[in-house]
């Protein structure tokens, strides 16, 4: 049992560039979740699904676009990158009736 | 969702218990209350999480007085290993399944020798 996995784990792009981070659950949650976070900061969430075909805005959700692609997996899209989105993101899932939420080990993204 | 406010840093001595103490004044009826510890470099872990009164598991303790505007984290016998920040939070559990978790920033606790 893997729990959440994320990919890559390091990657540096150039402004404009776009990209798109990878999650996959092998723990059969309905839920999962996109967070970044900034370095002495909390996380803040970008978007989640609720449910496999369902996707909602969190708390920061400009410049990134979200994708559930079946219910194990839900990436994450930066079509045109700015410095202002380098940080670390992290992907989490959830389970039907419970706030426990699974987080991946991270992908640190800088944006030059 | 309930905004929480927790103290920033602490320092503790290995094998002293440690109080983290998290305020949520304006927490809602459905709201529970859960803690998450973080390393560096490594995602938020679950630790507890209560709706009122005590719980207790293999790691901590957490206490919610009856007007569950506060809660305590408490880490009994701390180790070095404990070094970690620590987030307090309030969530709502949907119908869906799913739930929106505010993180603040934490408390940095630091366990020395």
């Known amino acids: 049992n893997a729990g959440v996995t994320q990919t890559p784990k390091f990657q540096v792009l150039k402004t404009g560039q776009s990209m798109t981070l990878q999650c996959a659950q092998d723990?059969?949650?309905?839920?999962m979740y996109w967070y970044r976070q900034d370095p002495g900061m909390g996380l803040r969430l970008i978007y989640y699904?609720?449910?496999?075909?369902?996707?909602d805005k969190g708390e920061v959700p400009n410049g990134y676009n979200v994708s559930r692609l079946n219910k194990r997996e839900f990436s994450l899209r930066l079509e045109s990158a700015a410095p202002s989105q380098t940080s670390v993101y992290f992907c989490?899932?959830?389970?039907?009736?419970?706030?426990?939420?699974?987080f991946g080990p991270g992908t640190r993204l800088t944006v030059l | 969702l309930a905004k929480t406010t927790q103290p920033i840093s602490m320092d503790s001595y290995e094998g002293q218990e440690v109080n983290i103490t998290c305020s949520h004044n304006?927490?809602?009826?459905?709201?529970?209350i859960t803690w998450y510890q973080q390393f560096p470099s490594q995602g938020p872990r679950f630790i507890i999480q209560?709706?009122?009164t005590k719980v207790t598991n293999e790691v901590a303790s957490l206490f919610i007085p009856a007007d569950r505007k506060s809660s305590t984290l408490s880490l009994p016998r701390v180790s070095l290993s404990d070094t970690a920040v620590y987030y307090c939070?309030?969530?709502?559990?949907?119908?869906?399944?799913?739930?929106?978790?505010?993180f603040g920033a934490g408390t940095r606790l630091a366990v020395h020798p």
């Open positions: 209560g709706y009122k």
């Open positions: 304006n927490i809602a009826t459905n709201d529970y």
């Open positions: 699904s609720a449910s496999e075909g369902t996707t």
């Open positions: 939070l309030v969530g709502v559990r949907f119908s869906g399944g799913y739930n929106k978790l505010i």
């Open positions: 989490a899932s959830s389970d039907g009736g419970t706030d426990t939420q699974y």
């Open positions: 723990m059969n949650h309905n839920s």
